[in-house]
């Protein structure tokens, strides 16, 4: 059985939607296309409503310290505009590696500034806390009692007393049966079990465990979503978004750039992201580089590769920057580039760096994964460390045009991504009933929605 979704583009309609979503109707469909969005899964007809008031998410990220362009934070900001929202730290998937006490240290002392934060009000409603947490067999043996409560109080505090649990970081997974939620949502964009420094046995029991228990899983990957299929109850495919105007606006003022970058000189190349060894590939970026003696490689990002990995005197590496200055980065490069290996982590993941360099307007050199079906048209897709120099040499002479790229990227936006999720949540019978403490708020919401106040 097929059938059709409406899914709004903009968030003005989808905060109406949810703000009234008693009135939705439960959709039946096994296979639903909405807007490039594929749904999977059997109806919920004969489940009553569940009532829920807020989120809770289980996140991959620490808001304090990583980009915030990830997934999980880029909808939790959104779906925030129309109820509470608890963005928990990530629980970690690894234990520190005290053999590397620099790395060891910094992972500490970032760790311990992300607790002395506690439970913070960040914007709107979204709420964001560290809780006290040890990961692994043994660190659960020794915090794991702790968790749930930290979490229900903070919760309480953000106005959330039934909440829907989103659940992105495996080690989370024994909190499914401690919070007792309303429902469960999957965010599966990432292979854990694939993560290098994580125990796969560990991570496939705890992703097993939260599958088998989520009303839906949400997949950024066509690869990974079709390869499970048959081990979860229901899909939705929603690939990664982007902020339009921000990247778009960035790309097309053809400034300097930031300080860091209008010293160095031109032609430069740009890799934006984290340097990390189960993502890029530096044997191919040292390869590409010392071909191209000529031009200027600029690093952004975190790297927990070895120090020294590459001493080239055209290749700089600038370090992580805030999300709100990267498209400045990203636009004062010539050309930008993916030099991703051939990981399973690489095959199950939807880059979310490819609609930003699409959208900021510059050539984009990469190597293959299975995402790119649908963008090769876009993108130059190279084979090794000559063909990629050879693909940047020619992104470098030849005339390029940003339009195209931003024209297919215009309805890739996070609203876009943020109203999918919540229609096809809501379609599946939850019921957000805001509480007495979020009441009000609601209505405010409402407010800026009247016609008076859009013009």
């Given at each position: 059985m097929r059938g059709t979704a409406k899914i709004a583009i903009n968030m003005r309609a989808p905060l109406e939607e949810t703000i009234n979503a008693t009135q939705r109707d439960c959709r039946s469909t096994v296979i639903c296309?909405?807007?490039?969005?594929?749904?999977?899964?059997?109806?919920?007809?004969?489940?009553?409503?569940?009532?829920?008031?807020?989120?809770?998410?289980?996140?991959?990220?620490?808001?304090?310290?990583?980009?915030?362009g990830h997934f999980d934070f880029q909808v939790m900001r959104r779906f925030a505009r129309t109820m509470p929202v608890l963005y928990v730290n990530s629980l970690g998937?690894?234990?520190?590696?005290?053999?590397?006490?620099?790395?060891?240290?910094?992972?500490?002392?970032?760790?311990l500034k992300s607790l002395s934060r506690g439970v913070v009000n960040v914007e709107n409603n979204f709420w964001v806390i560290s809780p006290l947490n040890i990961p692994g067999e043994t660190g659960k043996k020794i915090s794991g009692f702790a968790l749930a409560p930290q979490i229900r109080l903070a919760a309480r505090r953000a106005g959330i007393a039934k909440?829907?649990?989103w659940m992105h970081c495996p080690a989370g997974a024994d909190l499914i049966e401690a919070l007792q939620p309303a429902g469960v949502i999957m965010q599966r964009t990432d292979r854990f079990e694939a993560f290098p420094e994580?125990?796969?046995?560990?991570?496939?029991?705890?992703?097993?465990?939260?599958?088998?228990?989520?009303?839906?899983?949400?997949?950024?990957?066509p690869h990974l979503m079709a390869e499970e299929t048959n081990d979860v109850r229901r899909q939705l495919l929603v690939t990664h978004g982007v902020d339009l105007d921000m990247f778009v606006a960035e790309g097309s003022k053809r400034a300097p750039g930031p300080a860091d970058v209008a010293i160095v000189s031109k032609p430069r190349v740009g890799f934006i992201g984290g340097i990390d060894a189960h993502t890029f590939d530096p044997e191919l970026f040292v390869g590409v580089a010392k071909q191209l003696p000529d031009v200027n490689f600029i690093m952004i990002g975190g790297s927990s590769l070895p120090d020294g990995w590459c001493a080239l005197p055209n290749v700089r590496f600038l370090g992580r920057k805030p999300y709100d200055v990267v498209a400045r980065y990203m636009a004062?490069?010539?050309?930008?580039?993916?030099?991703w290996n051939k990981s399973e982590w690489i095959k199950a993941c939807?880059?979310?760096?490819?609609?930003?360099?699409?959208?900021?307007?510059?050539?984009?050199?990469?190597?293959?994964?299975?995402?790119l079906d649908g963008w090769r048209d876009l993108v130059r897709v190279a084979d090794g460390a000559g063909e990629f120099a050879s693909h940047i040499r020619s992104s470098l002479t030849e005339p390029y045009d940003p339009a195209p790229a931003r024209a297919r990227v215009a309805t890739e936006t996070w609203d876009a991504k943020a109203a999918a999720i919540l229609d096809a949540v809501h379609g599946l019978g939850f019921v957000l009933t805001p509480t007495a403490s979020t009441a009000s708020w609601t209505n405010a919401v409402r407010a800026t929605l009247s016609p008076k106040s859009a013009a």
């Amino acid at each position: 059985m097929r059938g059709t979704a409406k899914i709004a583009i903009n968030m003005r309609a989808p905060l109406e939607e949810t703000i009234n979503a008693t009135q939705r109707d439960c959709r039946s469909t096994v296979i639903c296309r909405l807007r490039g969005f594929t749904w999977t899964g059997n109806s919920m007809h004969a489940t009553p409503h569940r009532d829920y008031d807020g989120i809770i998410c289980i996140g991959g990220s620490d808001w304090w310290y990583h980009n915030r362009g990830h997934f999980d934070f880029q909808v939790m900001r959104r779906f925030a505009r129309t109820m509470p929202v608890l963005y928990v730290n990530s629980l970690g998937v690894r234990v520190p590696e005290v053999s590397k006490p620099v790395q060891f240290a910094g992972k500490i002392q970032r760790k311990l500034k992300s607790l002395s934060r506690g439970v913070v009000n960040v914007e709107n409603n979204f709420w964001v806390i560290s809780p006290l947490n040890i990961p692994g067999e043994t660190g659960k043996k020794i915090s794991g009692f702790a968790l749930a409560p930290q979490i229900r109080l903070a919760a309480r505090r953000a106005g959330i007393a039934k909440p829907l649990l989103w659940m992105h970081c495996p080690a989370g997974a024994d909190l499914i049966e401690a919070l007792q939620p309303a429902g469960v949502i999957m965010q599966r964009t990432d292979r854990f079990e694939a993560f290098p420094e994580g125990d796969p046995v560990l991570l496939g029991q705890q992703v097993a465990t939260i599958k088998r228990a989520a009303d839906l899983v949400i997949y950024c990957a066509p690869h990974l979503m079709a390869e499970e299929t048959n081990d979860v109850r229901r899909q939705l495919l929603v690939t990664h978004g982007v902020d339009l105007d921000m990247f778009v606006a960035e790309g097309s003022k053809r400034a300097p750039g930031p300080a860091d970058v209008a010293i160095v000189s031109k032609p430069r190349v740009g890799f934006i992201g984290g340097i990390d060894a189960h993502t890029f590939d530096p044997e191919l970026f040292v390869g590409v580089a010392k071909q191209l003696p000529d031009v200027n490689f600029i690093m952004i990002g975190g790297s927990s590769l070895p120090d020294g990995w590459c001493a080239l005197p055209n290749v700089r590496f600038l370090g992580r920057k805030p999300y709100d200055v990267v498209a400045r980065y990203m636009a004062a490069m010539d050309v930008l580039i993916m030099p991703w290996n051939k990981s399973e982590w690489i095959k199950a993941c939807n880059p979310i760096k490819m609609k930003e360099y699409l959208a900021v307007g510059r050539p984009v050199v990469t190597t293959d994964f299975p995402a790119l079906d649908g963008w090769r048209d876009l993108v130059r897709v190279a084979d090794g460390a000559g063909e990629f120099a050879s693909h940047i040499r020619s992104s470098l002479t030849e005339p390029y045009d940003p339009a195209p790229a931003r024209a297919r990227v215009a309805t890739e936006t996070w609203d876009a991504k943020a109203a999918a999720i919540l229609d096809a949540v809501h379609g599946l019978g939850f019921v957000l009933t805001p509480t007495a403490s979020t009441a009000s708020w609601t209505n405010a919401v409402r407010a800026t929605l009247s016609p008076k106040s859009a013009a």
